[in-house]
């Protein structure tokens, strides 16, 4: 019995199987996780070291220095950024491309963060990693309402604690807390008087502040715990804390400190909703398992029904990221149905009502089994997977159609319907399955290569892939079935126009072979000369009706100072007609609401505004507004204002690193790469993380006086950070939850220089030395803002595009102002932004590419076993290379990843075109042919199917040709120039290079 045979005694489970696939597939619809864009492995962390008290400097030398040491030795590691500031240091790790296991990857990073402690200096209070960095927010509610922040912390917490009950909620980040202390605020002048000092007072609060288990009873064998209360639970506790006076008197703590509750010192980044402070709540989800659309309608529900309960505050959507997913599926999903609709009425019209019908049907029903397999997989329905499905249906027609008209052609020569069943399987099951697989293997490349740019496109090749095996076996095993059933054979009725169009092309091929080679050779020369028109770029902006503006202060500004002037400038933008709301962020980029977002490092000279526009037109208006108004309102700072981006995040389309070990020669290579972009056309924004500098008082201690008078350098330093940051005495039990006690001046950080260079310091006897008599007190400048890349101190110049403006553009014309002034010796130059991210993913498939080219020869050389024939194959490809240049050019698109994509799905279509062609050749040269009539029977044979696929491929693909989608235009107009140009190449290349390289005989 052959296959086909018990194909046909089993068809009811063929067809219970296939029933069986269609309702998953459409179960899967309605049911699996469905998001806007794809998810990224957790490849970029973050540390963060807190070292209170040390300058950037001392950072640097003390902890950035050895902990960039440490993490170099880790092998998983890809590139560290270290941003090292007064008290803190933040490095930015981002992990290989081909890490995929980073859990395991990140707890060797954390084994380095081990060993680089131990070498850290005393003071260090805090090592963190947040390896969690690529989670992106589905929602963001802010809270508003009342001025009493930490009251207003403690409802964003009974907030957070309802929300967390939502179905599908990972965890709950806030933005905004200020961050509560107990004060301890000290009167100088009264301690002074009473000669106690501050370490007197932060003894009696640790003395009376003890946590002392009680112990157990027994009880008739019950046990009964002893709680002894030992520590401080109520404020007036703390008030009532004894002082011992020089006399033996006592005082309480509050005659001589005013002890309150109050935001943390130095202050946290703050969150903004429309220009009212806020709490803000950053709600993730449960990576992969969660449908986005059914999340927000319940999140919404459980904010409407507890809404009430937080009355008289404000519980306002900031972000609402399940509308943008709705938004974007919706759309895709109508160029799904439209290209289907579109492919099915031309299979129609070409193949008639009965045959076209059929193979119509198998569109949705391969697309609706591919998507259950992919969900099986645990796939996750976005707007790759669905454009990975447009993308497939032209060409996954292709197989119906060849078994259909087969079927058709066996029926015409007298066979009955099982027969012409049979044979068809019989002669095209193996050509089938070698072009299925010459097109499958076009897509490897891309599968399979790693990084980010393969991560965000990957759904695209997996849905193809899926789509085109499924569509193998539906086609080959089910399709001759059904057809059996229901394709009658009728006398076929050539098209004028493919029957002209056939005749022209053996006419050609035949009497005019060479002229025909010339000529298509000048006119791949021609299409050649417009490839230095094509502008490079790496991924488009997005279309989002929102913007983000970075603002950027001098680095020795306030938090204070840069929530003034990011205030002043919410409230120029809230008066515009474009704007609908903002929520802004102060000391830190608050959170990365989108997945090309790149975070900011908390920095109290920096906020962020996020800006929802009225509509797609109003972001470039409003950016130019930006740019020439707003800028110059506001000198004193940096504004960058840019649309959302696509693809894996990058700081800025160029990006330089600049590094050096001179200080000065960096400066100055700095100012002339600055100077030169800013002069030059095409670019936006210029800027550079060059630092400026902070105003320092010094304070030099004479070591022989001090010791004189009874003084340690450390105790006087001490001294002065309790009169300013303050000392730390312990906790106190704030509702169970742990605050600190933080003792300190009145003035604290607001203290003036002159007051802080006459203050008192106590010695071992409790006798106060003025600071001024055992110290020399000068003002200085110091470095404010240390950057580091890969180990060495690092420059970082950045540009946005100007609108029509091309990464290469802007670098080609850089590299030649170098040349005619080059940079300061010692100084190297690394290209970042679009170049980087552009070279990376190209990087990625070629390191991936043999594997798909051997995978494209096999399966060519499995069907014709001949390297003439597989010569004469691989000359198509470059013929679909060339083709897309017209297409980008005349659209004016630009060439960037997604055109790559385009020119790897032309590769297996042609090549898939081009077997069609061959197959049909050597079929009638088995039957004794001689060449020539080999070649003219095989082109009036195949001119037909060949460009019904290329028609069903290029209308199938117009929907997102001139959609409005910023992302897959480009794609599209490449696949579309180039499958049109290669089809007609095709038609008159493969029939002449058989003629002349084929030999007339059976094989």
Do not use: C
Request: aromatic share 6%; no cysteine; proline share 5%.
């Amino acid at each position: 019995m052959n296959t086909f045979n018990a194909l046909h005694k089993y068809q009811r489970l063929v067809f219970a199987m296939t029933l069986m696939f269609l309702v998953v597939g459409l179960a899967s619809w309605f049911t699996m996780a469905r998001q806007e864009d794809p998810s990224f492995p957790y490849r970029t962390g973050m540390v963060k070291v807190v070292f209170p008290g040390a300058t950037a400097t001392q950072i640097e030398k003390l902890i950035t220095e050895p902990l960039e040491e440490q993490l170099a030795e880790v092998d998983e590691i890809r590139r560290m950024r270290s941003i090292s500031r007064d008290d803190v240091v933040i490095v930015i790790v981002e992990l290989l491309d081909r890490i995929y296991d980073t859990d395991t990857a990140w707890d060797r990073v954390r084994l380095a963060l081990d060993q680089a402690e131990q070498d850290f200096p005393d003071g260090v209070v805090e090592l963190t990693l947040e390896d969690k960095r690529m989670d992106i927010p589905a929602v963001v509610l802010s809270l508003t309402g009342s001025d009493d922040l930490v009251a207003l912390a403690e409802q964003a917490e009974l907030l957070k604690k309802q929300l967390l009950r939502v179905p599908g909620v990972s965890r709950i980040e806030i933005n905004g807390d200020p961050e509560k202390e107990l004060r301890v605020e000290l009167n100088t002048e009264t301690l002074n008087q009473l000669g106690i000092n501050r370490d007197q007072v932060v003894a009696a609060i640790q003395a009376n502040n003890h946590i002392i288990p009680g112990g157990l009873i027994r009880l008739d064998g019950h046990s009964l715990r002893v709680v002894s209360g030992s520590d401080v639970r109520q404020l007036e506790d703390l008030k009532s804390v004894p002082l011992t006076l020089a006399n033996g008197q006592q005082i309480p703590l509050n005659a001589v400190a005013h002890i309150h509750m109050a935001p943390r010192e130095p202050k946290t980044a703050q969150s903004y909703h429309n220009g009212v402070r806020a709490i803000s709540l950053g709600i993730i989800t449960r990576r992969g398992q969660v449908d986005a659309l059914a999340f927000g309608q319940a999140l919404r529900q459980k904010a409407d029904d507890i809404r009430a309960d937080f009355l008289p505050l404000d519980i306002h959507e900031t972000f609402f990221q399940p509308d943008y997913v709705a938004e974007r599926l919706t759309g895709l999903q109508w160029n799904l149905a439209g290209s289907i609709a579109i492919i099915a009425l031309v299979v129609i019209i070409a193949l008639g009502w009965r045959n076209g019908l059929v193979v119509a049907a198998i569109l949705p029903v391969v697309a609706i089994i591919a998507l259950a397999l992919y969900n099986l997989g645990g796939g996750i329905l976005h707007q790759i997977a669905v454009i990975g499905m447009v993308i497939s249906l032209g060409i996954l027609v292709d197989n119906a159609i060849v078994v259909v008209e087969s079927i058709e052609q066996n029926l015409q020569q007298g066979m009955s319907r099982r027969e012409s069943v049979t044979a068809t399987f019989s002669q095209m099951a193996m050509p089938l399955f070698s072009s299925t697989g010459t097109t499958v293997a076009a897509f490897i490349p891309l599968l399979l290569s790693k990084g980010g740019t393969g991560d965000f496109t990957r759904g695209i090749p997996v849905m193809i892939i899926i789509a085109l095996i499924v569509s193998y076996f539906i086609s080959v095993f089910v399709l001759p079935l059904v057809a059996e059933y229901l394709i009658r054979g009728r006398k076929k009725k050539s098209s004028r126009v493919v029957s002209r169009l056939s005749d022209f092309l053996v006419q050609v091929t035949r009497t005019k072979g060479k002229r025909v080679l010339l000529l298509v050779s000048v006119v791949m020369l021609a299409v050649l000369t417009l490839v230095p028109s094509l502008k490079l770029q790496f991924f488009p902006a997005a279309d989002r009706n929102q913007l983000v503006l970075d603002l950027t202060l001098p680095s020795h500004v306030t938090i204070d100072e840069s929530a003034a002037v990011s205030s002043d400038i919410e409230r120029s933008l809230l008066a515009r007609e474009e704007v609908t709301s903002i929520y802004r962020s102060v000391g830190a980029s608050g959170f990365r609401f989108y997945y090309n977002l790149n975070a900011v490092p908390e920095s109290p000279n920096t906020a962020r505004l996020m800006i929802n526009t009225a509509n797609l037109a109003a972001n470039q208006v409003l950016i130019h507004w930006i740019e020439n108004s707003l800028q110059a309102l506001h000198p004193e700072a940096t504004l960058v204002a840019k649309r959302l981006g696509q693809g894996p995040p990058t700081p800025a389309p160029i990006e330089l690193r600049l590094q050096s070990d001179d200080s000065q020669a960096l400066y100055q290579a700095t100012d002339q790469v600055l100077k030169i972009l800013h002069e030059m056309s095409g670019t936006d924004m210029v800027r550079s993380d060059l630092d400026t500098g902070i105003a320092e008082m010094r304070v030099e201690v004479d070591k022989p006086t001090a010791e004189a008078l009874g003084l340690r350098r450390d105790q006087i330093a001490a001294a002065l950070f309790a009169q300013t940051r303050g000392l730390d005495a312990g906790e106190y039990r704030y509702a169970d939850n742990p605050v600190t006690i933080r003792v300190r001046s009145e003035s604290g950080e607001h203290t003036l220089p002159q007051t802080l260079a006459s203050t008192s310091i106590y010695n071992a006897a409790g006798q106060p030395v003025p600071l001024d008599t055992v110290a020399k007190v000068s003002m200085g400048w110091s470095p404010a803002v240390i950057h580091h890349y890969q180990g060495q101190r690092t420059v970082t110049v950045l540009s946005e595009l100007a609108p029509g403006a091309a990464y290469n553009e802007i670098l080609n014309a850089l590299n030649e102002a170098l040349t005619v002034k080059p940079l300061p010796s010692g100084v190297k130059m690394q290209f970042g932004g679009d170049a980087e991210g552009s070279g990376d993913a190209n990087s990625a498939i070629l390191k991936t590419a043999p594997l798909g080219i051997m995978m494209l020869l096999l399966f060519m050389l499995l069907e014709f076993n001949s390297f003439k024939r597989l010569g004469i194959i691989l000359v198509t490809i470059p013929l679909a290379g060339v083709g897309i240049i017209p297409g980008l050019v005349f659209s004016n698109s630009p060439f960037g990843f997604q055109s790559l994509l385009g020119v790897i799905a032309l590769t297996g279509i042609v090549v898939n075109n081009a077997i069609v062609l061959l197959d049909a050749i050597d079929a009638r040269l088995k039957e004794g042919r001689d060449i020539d009539d080999a070649v003219d029977a095989a082109i009036k044979a195949r001119t037909a199917p060949v460009l019904l696929t290329t028609v069903t491929t290029v209308l199938g693909l117009l929907t997102l040709a001139f959609s409005e989608s910023t992302l897959w235009p480009p794609m599209a107009w490449a696949i579309i120039s180039g499958l049109l140009m290669s089809t007609l190449l095709t038609l008159l290349v493969i029939p002449i290079l058989s003629r002349t390289f084929l030999r007339s005989k059976a094989i």
